[in-house]
């Protein structure tokens, strides 16, 4: 048996591929519609029930009822509610798991089947559980009294079936969509050819539809940014995604790198002066992934992830593993003093007991308290607290300048904590092994900040005080989690949008010295009227 040819004319040919793109596309749309559906309406169905769980934890009524162990007034009001809702149940517990209200009133009395220590511990849960009732999507959140103590848990359900049901519902509009988009697409398809018939001369298609679909794919598909560059570095398109990451206009098309972009490592990564893969860049406050690939015809496609966030995090992941290796630390550290305490206490030697104690107490406020005076600001006071703590289980010593002052009038002082926390950072990793000092100096001049962080370590040369600013670029070695080389870029992009500046050069202490000031960073008093 012969299979039917593959038609020749361009009408025929365009109609029945794209009668048949338009069917798979249908039918691929609908299937990937349909498949998170089931997850989607479990999940609506679970934040209702919490939603419902959290109103009925309110009701001081029932949380007094439940504290006294008053059954048949938390039965009374958690049926109210079950029929008020449309839930499944609304079962209310006591500090046991033993339930105060069920829709079975033989239940009452008895343990809850599942688990309901995370709500009586405080935590509110969402999960799809099989319980005495069968499967149903719940809600558990801890029951509080007016004085915020807990006495039970409220837990509320949605029936599976109902789950069922709208999903029942959604499938039938959903095909019908499926549907009428298929005969739409059919219809449009038969214009389109006819059209195409008298103006093509059934010249063949499919180059046409091919660079068509890769240009859809390319810029619909992906939701990472993607930049195309002909062999001049002309941008031939870009993504939304790109426009947004790069800050680009929209008529970008046509426009060489050099143009759209100012001079830096990210536009040398594109036009592909710096080869590599995964590379770092920063662009305003981005921190940017960049590959590029060459194409063919000597032109590249370039794409971009974005990582702030998680470079954020990352950050925030070193912060708190610093601060877990410093009190642990201070546990061992702890543990010895209360030794030698017991061994004092033991020889009977109390009045040295008495002055070790007031001496080992007093050490850790009197830092504390000289930072604070001098630093008023709680945000940056509390950076520079916590960073001491940490450099000195590192052996180093990071202190305040006698004269550094900073009044509680700091106008952003996230980007303060930010610029300041990552020139410590710097400053304490740069320390060698066998530790060193930190000296951080603050001063105000009106509106205008004045920052300084010095340190004793090996310096930096002066041929490369420049080079430290660019992104990618460091001395250290890269941890496997992250690369390096962004801190002091992000900072020095901080610092000049502020329009301000920052300075490099050898400190005092023989090593680095970073000055950096901030205009308009801080408030500035209101004239006193005589």
């Keep these: 048996m012969k299979l039917p040819r593959w038609p020749r004319r361009v009408f025929a040919q365009l109609l029945l591929s794209q009668t048949v793109v338009t069917v798979g596309v249908t039918a691929v749309t609908a299937g990937l519609f349909l498949a998170p559906v089931s997850s989607e309406l479990d999940h609506d169905a679970m934040q209702r029930a919490l939603s419902i769980a959290q109103a009925t934890a309110t009701d001081e009524v029932i949380a007094r009822a439940a504290d006294a162990r008053d059954s048949a007034t938390v039965q009374r009001n958690a049926e109210q509610i079950r029929l008020a809702t449309g839930a499944s149940f609304v079962v209310i517990t006591d500090l046991d798991g033993i339930r105060l209200s069920h829709t079975d009133p033989g239940r009452i009395g008895h343990r809850v089947s599942t688990d309901p220590e995370p709500a ?32 039970g848990e409220v837990s509320v ?48 298609l499919a180059d046409i539809s091919a660079m068509l679909i890769e240009r859809e794919a390319m810029l619909h598909g992906i939701r990472e940014g993607m930049v195309g560059l ?95 290796e410093a009190l642990r630390a201070q546990d061992h550290e702890h543990a010895n003093r209360m030794h030698t305490l017991l061994g004092l206490l033991e020889l009977g030697r109390h009045d040295q007991a008495v002055a070790f104690i007031s001496e080992q107490s007093g050490s850790h406020a009197v830092v504390a308290a000289r930072i604070a005076e001098q630093v008023q ?33 700091v106008v952003d002082a996230r980007t303060l904590v930010t610029v300041l926390g990552n020139l410590v950072d710097n400053a304490v990793d740069a320390m060698p092994a066998g530790g060193g000092r930190v000296e951080v100096s603050l001063a105000a001049a009106g ?44 900072v020095r992009r901080l610092v000049e949008r502020t329009g301000g500046r920052i300075v490099l050069d050898a400190g005092p202490l023989g090593g680095a010295r970073f000055t950096v000031e901030l205009p308009e960073a801080l408030l500035t008093p209101l004239p006193v009227e005589a």
């Design 157 to 204: 359900g949605i029936s599976d079936d109902s789950i069922r049901r709208r999903l029942l519902k959604m499938l039938t509009g959903i095909l019908l969509c499926a549907g009428a988009g298929l005969a739409a697409g059919t219809v449009a398809t038969l214009a389109l050819a006819r059209r195409l018939k008298r103006r093509t001369h059934n010249i063949a």
């Design 447 to 490: 509106s205008t900040l004045l920052l300084q962080v010095a340190d004793s370590g090996p310096g930096v040369p002066e041929d490369l005080r420049e080079l430290v600013f660019e992104e990618g670029w460091t001395s250290k070695d890269a941890p496997a989690h992250r690369p390096r080389g962004l801190g002091l870029a992000m």
């Design 230 to 324: 002909d062999e001049h570095g002309r941008i031939r398109l870009a993504n939304d995604e790109a426009l947004r990451l790069l800050g680009l206009p929209e008529d970008c098309t046509g426009a060489p790198i050099g143009a759209v972009l100012p001079p830096g490592r990210l536009a040398d990564v594109l036009t592909g002066r710096i080869t590599g893969t995964d590379l770092p860049a920063v662009r305003d406050d981005r921190v940017l992934v960049v590959n590029r690939t060459a194409t063919a015809e000597g032109g590249a496609v370039v794409t971009l992830r974005d990582r702030t966030e998680l470079e954020s995090l990352v950050r925030e992941l070193d912060t708190t593993r610093s601060l877990t």
């Design 377 to 409: 600001d709680p945000h940056v006071a509390a950076l520079l607290a916590g960073k001491t703590a940490v450099a000195a289980e590192r052996g180093v010593r990071l202190v305040l300048t006698p004269a550094a002052h900073l009044p509680d009038a």
């Design 120 to 151: 009586l511990s405080g935590r509110s849960v969402t999960a799809i559980q099989e319980g005495t009732l069968g499967r149903t999507a719940r809600g558990k959140v801890p029951l509080r009294t007016a004085d915020g103590r807990i006495v």
